[in-house]
């Protein structure tokens, strides 16, 4: 079914529709879980597949979305998807980047009754079946923001890149936890989990064209601190590659540099402690 069709439907602020992109939705299954589990993808090819396969580990936990960005390598066609257990591929086919596949994620699992969605990149260098009952504890516990770190007890990584390490490290984890108030570690690991009051919330209004890129991810770790909604970091383990390509999309310098600039203007933006400090 075509996200077009639905547009405006699957939810709103008082009078206002909420903003998602157009997409199209193939379903395998009906709802069988309280949360859903949203992989995002754009062109991971076999990285997705094998994900996946590891993913059966921890099925019956979570209900598998696929949330693609528009991939053209065939990675997500419905032959390939079911057999590894998917529950739903939804294709963007409206503009936008991350913030809109996760726009496009959260209205739907919002719209189909799910109580939490859990978020992670479809690059396989998460171990997904070693952390999900964690996040669906801390969820079933009433956080609301629950943010995966290698960085805290229980977390590991390997084979981070050296500028990557650092970046976390000494620049974007202090900058987001100063903005928020809270003690973030791994800002930019996209294993998180957010619950249904949390994304519902008109105060927080997640569904906004404005939120195209990573600058949602960066927005819901300030305002779920900010806003007092209950915030939690989980251990998890990430892993790259020890040869070969990384498994990124971020190129080193200009996709640094461009992610550093959309943190730096969702600070400004968005943090009343930081504007409070510095304003």
């Not at 791994?186 to 294993?191: E, I, L, P, S, V």
């Not at 600058?215 to 251990?235: M, S, W």
Request: glycine content about 12%; proline content about 6%; some cysteine.
């Amino acid at each position: 079914m075509s996200g077009r069709a639905l547009s405006g439907a699957l939810g709103a602020y008082g009078d206002s529709p909420w903003q998602y992109p157009d997409f199209d939705r193939i379903e395998f299954a009906p709802r069988r879980t309280r949360y859903a589990l949203c992989v995002f993808v754009l062109n991971e090819d076999g990285r997705l597949h094998a994900q996946l396969r590891k993913m059966r580990a921890a099925e019956g936990l979570a209900d598998i979305l696929v949330a693609d960005g528009g991939s053209s390598d065939g990675s997500v066609e419905a032959g390939v998807m079911q057999p590894l257990g998917v529950r739903t591929v939804l294709v963007k086919r409206g503009p936008g980047r991350l913030g809109a596949q996760m726009r496009m994620a959260f209205a739907y699992a919002l719209s189909e009754g799910y109580q939490g969605v859990v978020v992670v990149d479809g690059n396989d260098k998460d171990d997904v079946p070693g952390a999900l009952p964690d996040f669906i504890r801390r969820l079933d516990e009433g956080c609301d923001h629950v943010q995966g770190s290698r960085y805290i007890p229980g977390g590991r990584h390997e084979n981070t890149p050296l500028c990557r390490h650092l970046g976390v490290r000494v620049l974007h984890a202090p900058l987001l936890g100063l903005a928020s108030g809270f003690p973030y570690t791994d800002t930019t690991n996209g294993f998180r989990a957010y619950s249904r009051r949390f994304l519902e919330d008109p105060r927080v209004r997640v569904f906004r064209e404005e939120f195209v890129g990573y600058e949602l991810h960066y927005y819901l770790a300030i305002e779920a601190a900010q806003g007092g909604f209950r915030v939690r970091e989980t251990p998890v383990t990430r892993v790259y590659p020890a040869t070969g390509r990384m498994p990124t999309t971020i190129s080193p310098v200009r996709g640094n540099l461009a992610l550093l600039k959309t943190l730096l203007c969702t600070v400004f933006r968005y943090s009343k402690r930081f504007r409070r400090l510095f304003g």
